[in-house]
């Protein structure tokens, strides 16, 4: 019943930068947490950052370390992923994802936002 909106998805020229936002629905943001997942056409979704409930870790997949950076809000309900240094391989729909443990596979998350498409021209 945990509900999910993110947003902030766009077109962007490879080297630029975009902010992705999820906003949670209900009073129990912080019991959850946050990851993001992508998909790009053709591909199985895979796992891009997390972070825990109280937002003291961090966790990235190595294509994303060192260009994008995941935090979060909790009196806003709010997390976000901050993405640096865009690259036409990152073009993908991203799906932010909650869950009460912080884990890396897609199929353990139960509470998904419905997408927002990120495209990197070259």
């Known amino acids: 019943q945990v509900q999910l909106v993110d947003s902030g998805g766009g077109l962007v020229q490879a080297g630029g930068s975009l902010r992705l936002s999820c906003a949670a629905s209900?009073?129990?943001?912080?019991?959850?947490?946050m990851a993001w997942f992508r998909q790009a056409p053709g591909k199985e979704r895979e796992f891009v950052a997390v972070?825990?409930?109280?937002?003291?870790?961090?966790y990235y997949a190595d294509s994303a370390k060192g260009r994008f950076t995941i935090s979060r809000d909790n009196a806003k309900n709010t997390a976000y992923l901050q993405m640096n240094s865009l690259r036409p391989e990152d073009t993908a729909v991203y799906y932010c994802?909650?869950?009460?443990?912080?884990?890396?596979?897609?199929?353990?998350?139960?509470?998904w936002g419905q997408g927002t498409q990120v495209t990197v021209s070259s």
């Open positions: 972070i825990s409930r109280s937002g003291s870790s961090t």
């Open positions: 994802a909650a869950r009460e443990v912080a884990v890396t596979t897609p199929g353990l998350y139960r509470y």
């Open positions: 209900g009073r129990t943001f912080s019991s959850y947490a």
